[in-house]
């Protein structure tokens, strides 16, 4: 026992992703009966700190090219080759109701919209697979509406019906009307919390003099009369 030794991680950096398959850093050293280290090693290892990744929404325009992917930068690393991905779609819903989804055909991590169709719109899922141990690492939902181009620059006036136009001009007509009287009432109300406290001070002024008079008559005679003996 007195020779036994043990390798354990003396220090690790936090996850490269926050879902998903990621990387990072890790330090281990070999502690002996003493405590002592020796023959530390720096390696890279992977790590999962989450494999569900949530929802991204993305709204794009009829014609244009859009493309998304299963894995950013940071989790592919030099083993893409490590990671399987199958791919389902619930078209023209945005939804993460697993029952809803069917077979997407593709077996990238990325998919192209070249160019995109309102038929594309609807709720993509990708899971990955490790190769290694055939567990799923991640899963991620893509929310894509697909909208025509002219309804990016609609005007909101224009848009509008005659009895809408005459609609919104009488709420305007009435916002204006009110709000003159609201105005005159708070002037009202400050003309009259100001006469209220300049009368407050008023009557101070006035008591502490009424006071000081009073004071004065009491003490006089007093004091008369101690000079008269």
């Known amino acids: 026992m007195r020779t036994a030794t043990a390798r354990v991680s003396i220090s690790s950096t936090s996850c490269s992703v926050t879902c998903g398959m990621g990387y990072k850093v890790e330090e281990t050293c070999q502690i002996g009966p003493n405590g002592?280290?020796?023959?530390?090693?720096?390696?890279?290892?992977?790590?999962?700190?989450?494999?569900?990744?949530?929802?991204?929404?993305?709204?794009?325009?009829?014609?244009?090219?859009?493309?998304?992917?299963?894995?950013?930068?940071?989790?592919?690393?030099?083993?893409?080759?490590?990671?399987?991905y199958s791919?389902?779609?619930?078209?023209?819903?945005?939804?993460?109701?697993?029952?809803?989804?069917?077979?997407?055909?593709?077996?990238?991590?990325?998919?192209?919209?070249?160019?995109?169709?309102?038929?594309?719109?609807?709720?993509?899922?990708?899971?990955?697979?490790?190769?290694?141990?055939?567990?799923?690492?991640k899963r991620i939902y893509f929310g894509i509406r697909v909208i025509p181009g002219h309804l990016v620059d609609l005007n909101f006036d224009q848009s509008l019906t005659l009895e809408q136009h005459l609609a919104s001009e009488k709420e305007k007509t009435q916002?204006?009307?009110t709000s003159v009287p609201v105005q005159k009432q708070q002037h009202f109300w400050r003309q009259r919390t100001l006469f209220v406290f300049l009368i407050g001070i008023g009557s101070g002024v006035v008591g502490g003099i009424l006071l000081h008079i009073f004071y004065y008559l009491v003490k006089v005679p007093n004091n008369y009369g101690y000079v008269e003996e």
Not at 54 to 72: A, R
Request: glycine share 6%; proline share 5%.
């Open 175 to 177: 916002q204006n009307a």
């Open 36 to 84: 002592e280290r020796r023959y530390c090693d720096i390696q890279k290892v992977e790590c999962l700190t989450n494999w569900l990744c949530g929802m991204l929404h993305f709204t794009i325009l009829v014609g244009k090219p859009f493309e998304f992917q299963c894995l950013s930068p940071t989790e592919i690393g030099p083993e893409i080759s490590s990671f399987s």
């Open 87 to 137: 791919w389902r779609i619930a078209r023209g819903i945005i939804t993460t109701d697993d029952a809803l989804f069917k077979p997407f055909k593709t077996t990238g991590f990325v998919i192209k919209l070249s160019p995109a169709k309102e038929y594309d719109a609807g709720t993509y899922r990708c899971d990955v697979q490790f190769m290694r141990t055939y567990k799923i690492v």
